[in-house]
C-alpha cells in the first residue's frame, strides 16, 4: 500500500468503488480505496440489483438516469460484465388516488425527456401476465428498467478506477483518522498508515463509526430488509423475460430471478438494524429471516400474483442497508472538516451510485458538484438530526417507501422536537403544524380544537376556505405570522461590509436600511437569497433559509471574512413574528414611541426599537406583499411580544395566519423562494433577481458569470402564469406545455385568494420570454390553460408595500 494518496475512499461498496472511478475520470490518478474485506462485503452484495429512475426530486432523477445510461459504458471501459438487464417497469395502481399519482409521476418524467406510458389494468395484464387484474385500476410502464449484478457493478466500477491508475487495498481496516494541521489527513489502517490530502468516508454500514473517527454524528441507520426467490414458474418457461414490477398496494418489487420472481417489500413495521453502533466482524453477513414481518405484505403479493402460489421458496434474503431520514444520499463535504466528504446514506447504490460517484468526483476536482444537488447534500442536516430522531424519521420513511406523499402531507414521526415559545400560544389558537428541520411552525388556523386537522389530498383540502380568510386579513385589515423559522445570521467587526459585499450579489446597505440580495457561486448560480438589515456600522444581521443554514456555513467556511469579523449563526437565538396587511402600522404605532410614519421609518428600513417593554430588531418589510413589519426579539421576549400584538390587535381586525397563506400571498406578488425559485441551476438574470445584483460595487463572488449571464440574458425565464384550474392547484413540479410541447417545470403554485385565480411560478426557456398564450400546465394528468402574466398579479408596482 502507498504510504500518500491525493484521496483515500473508505469503503469498496458499490458507492466508494464509483467515487473512485469518477475521481480517477475527473483527472485525480492518486486515488487509493481501502476495503476491510472484499468488494461489495457490506450491504452491496447480497442487494437485489434492481433500479428505476423516477425519483421525488427530479435533480436526483437526472442523477438516476445518469447512473442506468453508464452501465454500458463501464462494461466496456472495464471488461467487465454488470449482468444488465433492462426488461422495462411496471408501476402498479390499485386505487385510483395512486393511479393519479402515477399520472403526476409521468408528468414529470416528461421533462427528463423519460417516455412513461400510462396504461389500464387489461393492459396491464397483458405486458405482466401474472397479475389478478381485478386488483388493479392501471399502471405505469417505463422502459429504463431492469436489474444489474450487485459484485459485476462494484467490479466494474473498481476495474475501470484500476485501469485509469486507482489503487485498491483489500482487507484492510481503517481504525482512525488525524487531521494535520494543513488540513490533509493521516488515514491509520490496519496495515500501515497513508497520508492523503482528502477523506472520503464510502463506509456503508460503518459510514457513522468512520465518522465517528473525526467526531461527526452522521444521520444514518440501517434498516433490515427482506427479499425471497420462488422456485421456477413454469408460466415463465420460454417467454421473454418479466417486467420488473411495483405493486404499490402490496409494498411489494418484483422481478425475475432465473426462472423464478424475486419479490421484496417494505414492510410498515420494519426494524432497524445496529442502531448505535454496527458490528465490525459483520463481513459478507446476512441476518436470520423473519417471514412474519412480511406477512401482512406477501399476503397481498399472493393475492395480486396467484401464480406464485403454485410454486415454493427457494430463498429468503434478509440483509441490512443504510437511510438518512429523508431516504435520499447524503453527499458532499463537512462544515467544520477540511478535505473530508461523505457519500453514505445510499439505499438505492444501483439507480445513484453512478450519480454519487459523478458528483462527489466534480465537487473534490472542480470546487462545485455541477449540478443541483440540494436534495442530497449532507448539509441538508445540522445537530438537531441526532441519532434518535435518525432512528425515528428512517423507521417511518421506511415504512412508507411506496406510500403516497401528498402535496398538503405533514409527516408524523418525531414530533414535535423544535419549538419556539408561542408554540402552545398557537396551540391554543388551533394551529395545524408543519416541521421543517425539526421545528414545529404554523401551517393554518382552524376555528375549532376539532377542525385543527388538514385532509392530504392531491386537490384543495379543508384549509382551503380557512387560509382564504386568513389572506383576506391580511388584505384588509392585519395579520399575524410567526416567523422563527428563518435562518439568521449575525456579522460584526470592523471588515464586515469589505466581507459581505465579496460574498453577497447586491451592495450593503446603509446602516438601519434592508437590501435582499442574492448569494452566488462561482459559476454566477444562485446558491442563496439573503435580507441583509444593517443595525449599525459594524454589525448586519441576515435572514436567510433556515433549511441552508449548515450550507451556508460550510460556504462562508469556504470564504471566510477577514480577521476581526465574527460570522455567528444565530438561529434560534432571535424568534420572530410578523405583522402584515393595511392596518399594521396603526397596530405597532400604539405599542411603541418610535415615529413608524412613512417618513420616519420608510419601507426596507430596519432599526432597534421598543415595543412595550420588549427590546426588538425591527425592518419594515414583508414576504406577503401587504404594508409589514418582521419584528425579531431574543427567545425570552418572544410570548410577551406575541400579546401585546394580539391585545392590540384586537382593534385593528388582527388575524393569525400561517405558512400556508404566506406561500399564497408571496405567489400572488412572484416572490421566489429558496429550494423552488432558487436553487444552484439558474442564474440571478433567469430568476428575476438581476436588480439585485449590483455589478458596480467591485468584484464578489459569481460577478464575471453573472455578468456574462446578464449580456446574454441566460437560457431560461422565471415566469407567473394564471391557470385555468378546477379544484386542484400546482404544488411544483408539473411540466409546462407550450404549443404541444413540454417546454418547462412549475416550481410552485396555490390559489391566490386575493386576485381570484390559481396561479404557477415556473421556469420556461428564454426564447419564449415574450410569449403569452399557447401555454398549457398539466395537473393531475390534465393539460389546464395557462395564461404568461407580465407582471406579478397583485400590485407589481409595489405601493401597498411601500406605502
Ligand atoms: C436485501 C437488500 C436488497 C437491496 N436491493 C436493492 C436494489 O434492488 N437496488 C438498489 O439500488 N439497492 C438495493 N439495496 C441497497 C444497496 O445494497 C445499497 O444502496 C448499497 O449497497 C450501498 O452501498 P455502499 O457502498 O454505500 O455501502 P456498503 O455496501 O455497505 O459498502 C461500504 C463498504 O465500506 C467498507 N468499510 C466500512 N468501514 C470501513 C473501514 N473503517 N475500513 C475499511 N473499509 C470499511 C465495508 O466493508 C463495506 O464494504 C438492497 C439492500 C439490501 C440489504
Not at 353 to 359: A, E, K
Not at 742 to 770: E, N, Q
Request: glycine content about 12%; some cysteine.
Amino acid at each position: 500500500m502507498k504510504s500518500d494518496a491525493r484521496v483515500v475512499v473508505i469503503g469498496g461498496g458499490v458507492v466508494g468503488a464509483s467515487v473512485l472511478y469518477h475521481l480517477t475520470r475527473a483527472g485525480w490518478k492518486d486515488v487509493l480505496l481501502i476495503e476491510r474485506g472484499e468488494l461489495t462485503c457490506g450491504s452491496t452484495w447480497h442487494a437485489a440489483g434492481g433500479m428505476h429512475t423516477l425519483n421525488g426530486d427530479p435533480n436526483v432523477a437526472r442523477l438516476q438516469q445518469y447512473t442506468i445510461n453508464l452501465y454500458k459504458e463501464l462494461e466496456r471501459i472495464s471488461g467487465q460484465s454488470c449482468g444488465l438487464h433492462m426488461p422495462g417497469g411496471i408501476m402498479l395502481a390499485g386505487t385510483r388516488e395512486r393511479f393519479d399519482w402515477l399520472k403526476m409521476a409521468q408528468a414529470r418524467g416528461r421533462y427528463l425527456g423519460m417516455e412513461l406510458e400510462l396504461i389500464s389494468a387489461d393492459e396491464a395484464a397483458k405486458v405482466f401476465p401474472i397479475i389478478d387484474k381485478k386488483y388493479f385500476v392501471g399502471a405505469l410502464l417505463d422502459p429504463i428498467e431492469g436489474h444489474i449484478d450487485p459484485y459485476g457493478v462494484t467490479h466494474a466500477y473498481a476495474r475501470a478506477a484500476q485501469i485509469a491508475g486507482a489503487e485498491i487495498v483489500r482487507h484492510n481496516r481503517v481504525v482512525d483518522l488525524k487531521a494535520r494541521a494543513d488540513g490533509s489527513w493521516d488515514v491509520i489502517s490496519e496495515g500501515g498508515n497513508v497520508h492523503a490530502e482528502h477523506v472520503v468516508n464510502a463506509g456503508g454500514l460503518w459510514a457513522r463509526e468512520v465518522g465517528r473517527m473525526v467526531g461527526l454524528e452522521l444521520p444514518v441507520l440501517a434498516m433490515q430488509h427482506q427479499y425471497l426467490i420462488t422456485e421456477d414458474l413454469p408460466a415463465l418457461k420460454g417467454q421473454k423475460e418479466l417486467l420488473t414490477a411495483i405493486d404499490f398496494e402490496g409494498e411489494i418489487y418484483t422481478r425475475q430471478e432465473r426462472g423464478g420472481v424475486l419479490l421484496g417489500t417494505y414492510e410498515r413495521a420494519g426494524v432497524p438494524w445496529s442502531p448505535r453502533e454496527t458490528p465490525w466482524d459483520f463481513t459478507q453477513s446476512l441476518l436470520p429471516e423473519d417471514l412474519e414481518r412480511i406477512a401482512p405484505s406477501l399476503e397481498v403479493g399472493f393475492k395480486h400474483f396467484p401464480t406464485l402460489t403454485e410454486v415454493g421458496i427457494r430463498k429468503v434474503v434478509n440483509g441490512p442497508f443504510t437511510f438518512a431520514p429523508d431516504g435520499n444520499p447524503l453527499v458532499g463535504p463537512i462544515r467544520g472538516l477540511k478535505n473530508f466528504w461523505v457519500a453514505c446514506g445510499v439505499m438505492a447504490g444501483f439507480s445513484q451510485g453512478g450519480g454519487v460517484g459523478l458528483t462527489l468526483a466534480q465537487w473534490m476536482v472542480e470546487g462545485d458538484p455541477g449540478a443541483d444537488v440540494w436534495a442530497m447534500d449532507v448539509a441538508r442536516y445540522g445537530d438537531w438530526a441526532t441519532l434518535a430522531y435518525t432512528n425515528a424519521k428512517v423507521r417511518e420513511n421506511y415504512s412508507r417507501r411506496f406510500r403516497i406523499r401528498f402535496p398538503n402531507e405533514e409527516l408524523p414521526a418525531a414530533r414535535p422536537l423544535r419549538t419556539t415559545p408561542v408554540y402552545e400560544r398557537l396551540q391554543a389558537a388551533h394551529a395545524v403544524f408543519g416541521e421543517y428541520c425539526g421545528l414545529e411552525h404554523a401551517l393554518w388556523f382552524a376555528p375549532s380544537a376539532k377542525e385543527a386537522h388538514e385532509n392530504i389530498t392531491f386537490h384543495r383540502s379543508n384549509a382551503h376556505p380557512h387560509v382564504a380568510a386568513e389572506c383576506r386579513a391580511v388584505h384588509e385589515a392585519a395579520g399575524l405570522l410567526e416567523i422563527s423559522n428563518y435562518g439568521k445570521f449575525e456579522v460584526s467587526g470592523p471588515a464586515t461590509e469589505e466581507w459581505l459585499s465579496y460574498v453577497m450579489a447586491n451592495r450593503v446597505p446603509r446602516a438601519g436600511r434592508i437590501a435582499l440580495s442574492p448569494m452566488l457561486n462561482e459559476r454566477g448560480k444562485l446558491i442563496g437569497d439573503f435580507t441583509m438589515c444593517r443595525v449599525d456600522e459594524q454589525r448586519v444581521f441576515l435572514i436567510c433559509t433556515w433549511a441552508a443554514e449548515v450550507y451556508y456555513r460550510r460556504w462562508f467556511e469556504r470564504h471566510p471574512p477577514p480577521r476581526g469579523v465574527t460570522v455567528r449563526p444565530c438561529a434560534m437565538e432571535y424568534v420572530g413574528l410578523s405583522i402584515a396587511g393595511p392596518n399594521s402600522r396603526a397596530l405597532l404605532q400604539g405599542l411603541t414611541s418610535s415615529d413608524l410614519s412613512s417618513r420616519a421609518f420608510p419601507f426596507l428600513s430596519f432599526r432597534q426599537i421598543d415595543i412595550g417593554m420588549v427590546p426588538a430588531l425591527v425592518g419594515r418589510i414583508s414576504f406577503t406583499g401587504e404594508l409589514g413589519y418582521e419584528i425579531w426579539v431574543t427567545s425570552e421576549y418572544q410570548r410577551a411580544l406575541y400579546d401585546l400584538l394580539s391585545s392590540a390587535g384586537r382593534e385593528q381586525g388582527l388575524r393569525l395566519f400561517g405558512g400556508r397563506a404566506l406561500n399564497t400571498l408571496r405567489i400572488e406578488k412572484s416572490f421566489g423562494t429558496w429550494a423552488r425559485e432558487y436553487r444552484p441551476i439558474y442564474g440571478p438574470h433567469e430568476a428575476g433577481l438581476g436588480r439585485f445584483v449590483d455589478f458596480a460595487k467591485g468584484d464578489f463572488i459569481g460577478r464575471a458569470a453573472a455578468l456574462e449571464e446578464k449580456e446574454s440574458g441566460g437560457t431560461l425565464r422565471l415566469a407567473t402564469f394564471s391557470v385555468d384550474a378546477a379544484d386542484a392547484d400546482a404544488a411544483g413540479d408539473e411540466p409546462i406545455w407550450h404549443d404541444g410541447h413540454v417546454v418547462g417545470w412549475v416550481t410552485s403554485g396555490a390559489y391566490g385568494h386575493r386576485v381570484g385565480r390559481s396561479i404557477a411560478l415556473g421556469y420556461i426557456p428564454a426564447a419564449l420570454d415574450s410569449a403569452q398564450e399557447g401555454f398549457e400546465i398539466e395537473l393531475i394528468g390534465e393539460r389546464r390553460a395557462a395564461t404568461r402574466e407580465s407582471e406579478a398579479l397583485l400590485d407589481p408596482g409595489g405601493s401597498r408595500m411601500r406605502g
